[in-house]
């Protein structure tokens, strides 16, 4: 394997460029960046450090990996960006490094995919497998589990938490909490249905599908408060760890006054 940066690329000090990278034309790669093995800037994208770049991760043009966070208390402390392996930023995709009001570092998992013009805030932990539609927006310290689907346009509020294979509709304004294998949509987004689609694609087995579909049925389904649909649920369901996930994120947001 060997390394080819263009003669048109701009480099920084201290970077370090694992075998097979490729930096095109017009790239600027900043001080203290690390470009995993196999790694391609396609052209004219930018990477600031300090920022580590995993595996064959690919930043196509005008993307922005590793600025300084849009934050007002930030001073330019040494903060990160830690993106994982095989991860595909679009064009004009934006990602900044986090805060010291957090762990000053953002974090990115593995196999994700941002689409065009999408943006992921400081102090961001986004998981495997996730995927941001085109203009998709991350707010500061958002949280995205595993194989979520964030659609066209939508935007999350700072510090919501997403779950795993959950399915955030375009367009759709998100300021709370949304629980793992469930369809928001809306201004302001609620809880509208099971992904069904998402958990046949992601491969979980029938019976646990069925299990969720029980379990949503329960604590979205009717008026029953949501302690007490909590307390069905783990009686019945609990045993599948598919619904031992959602019921224990879902036992985290239940107010206490046990909610509906």
Known sequence: MSIEIHSTAVVGRDVRIADGVVIGPHVVVGDGVSLGEGTRLVASC???????????????????????PQDRSHAGEPTELVVGDDNVFREHVTVHRGTKKDRGLTRIGSSCLFMVGSHVAHDAVVGDGVTLTN????????HV??????????AIAPFVRIGESAFIAGGAMVERDVPPFVIAQ?????????????????????ASRRALAKAFRLLYGAKTPKCSALDVV??????DPYVARLVAFVDEVVPPNGGT
């Open 46 to 68: 930018v990477v600031l450090g300090p920022t580590v770049l995993g595996a064959r991760n690919v930043v196509h043009p005008f993307a922005v990996l590793g600025a300084e």
């Open 234 to 239: 783990r009686a019945e369901l609990g045993a």
């Open 145 to 154: 589990g595993d194989h979520a689907v964030i659609g066209g346009g939508a």
């Open 186 to 206: 809306g201004d302001r987004a609620r809880v509208r249905a099971l992904n069904v689609v998402g958990l046949k694609r992601r491969g979980i087995p029938e």
């Open 135 to 142: 203009g998709a927006l991350l707010g500061g310290h958002v």
